[in-house]
């Protein structure tokens, strides 16, 4: 969703081969950062700050397809935020920019020692780099937070490693991750996932042309395809939708639409209180609440009664989301 930070001129650099324009030298934050969760954003904090300490721009370090893909297979993991999310989520931030580094069997090819000397060193000049407490790179994994301190230290870089962030802040409380929130949405629960990775998860898309039925039923909604390893679990929604920097509360189905054809996934979004053209444009679907499973009406007009009430139950959520603050 839309955040009051000023922005920048973020730079989204693919595989460069030199120091990207505007960030060279750069403090770089390593990582997936899949979702950019509570523990991702500390340790770009960390590196935010490092950056202003020492007068240099902050960039994240990411790689595409995820590494999980990369070995298991297309599609196997469960994407929370593909890369043109990823990079939107980052830019919100107020760093200088995400530089994205192919992952393929090259790169997994290399050994740790290669991959600082290749990458962090010839092809990006990095001045410091942040990880988390759990990140490893180079073949088989080898590469540990303590050997890259180590090689900062031999190469005169600087290293800092941030340790394991809870969900709230807590030690006792679960640690925020990647693959907590994959769990709480595949079992639909958008408030927990919310509550671990610090916002709410999204889905940002192209509107694209469907059959034209919620308009026929008096809720026209705008329609998006999500990734294909989007594995939410289906059902009904309470969700505000970003529209060109305007915020607007609404109720989405997430699903196969059993009652029309069963068909393949697909996200529907029906806006309150909005009218005009939203073919074309890329939205960003942000769910706040969980209504209810999808299910098979016996009748069009069963259907367009239940999506009513669907939509006064996610009026109420929301106005409950406000007041949560």
């Keep these: 969703m839309a955040d009051p930070r000023p922005s920048k001129n973020f730079v989204l650099a693919i595989d460069p081969a030199a120091p990207p324009p505007g960030l060279e030298g750069a403090v770089v934050a390593i990582g997936n950062f899949d979702g950019v969760h509570r523990g991702h954003v500390a340790v770009i904090r960390r590196a935010e700050a490092l950056a202003q300490k020492l007068g240099r721009p902050c960039a994240v370090l990411t790689f595409e397809p995820h590494p999980t893909d990369f070995f298991r297979g297309e599609k196997t993991i469960f994407r929370l935020a593909p890369m043109q999310a990823k990079a939107k989520s980052l830019e919100r931030l107020g760093i200088d920019g995400m530089i994205v580094i192919t992952f393929d069997a090259a790169l997994a090819s290399l050994t740790a020692e290669q991959f600082i000397a290749e990458i962090l060193l010839r092809r990006l000049g990095v001045r410091a780099v942040v990880a988390g407490y759990d990140f490893h790179f180079g073949a088989g994994r080898k590469g540990t937070p303590v050997f890259l301190k180590q090689s900062g230290e031999r190469h005169g870089f600087l290293v800092e490693i941030v340790e394991r962030v809870s969900a709230i802040g807590s030690e006792a409380d679960e640690a925020a991750s990647s693959t907590a929130t994959r769990a709480a949405l595949e079992a639909g629960d958008v408030e ?77 979004a029906y806006l309150f209180d909005f009218s005009g053209d939203l073919y074309g444009k890329t939205i960003e679907v942000c769910f706040i609440g969980w209504i209810r499973p999808e299910e098979k009406f016996s009748s069009l007009d069963a259907l367009k009664a239940q999506i009513a009430a669907d939509a006064e139950q996610a009026k109420q959520m929301l106005r409950v989301d406000i007041a949560k603050g």
């Design 192 to 268: 927990h996932a919310a509550h671990l990775l610090g916002h709410p998860f999204s889905i940002m898309g192209e509107v694209l042309h469907g059959q034209k039925l919620g308009r026929a039923l008096g809720f026209p909604t705008a329609n998006l395809l999500p990734e294909p390893s989007c594995r939410l679990r289906h059902g009904i929604y309470a969700v505000r939708v970003e529209v060109d920097d305007a915020l607007y509360s609404g109720v989405a189905s997430f699903g196969r639409r059993p009652t029309v054809d069963n068909g393949s996934p697909l996200l529907e």
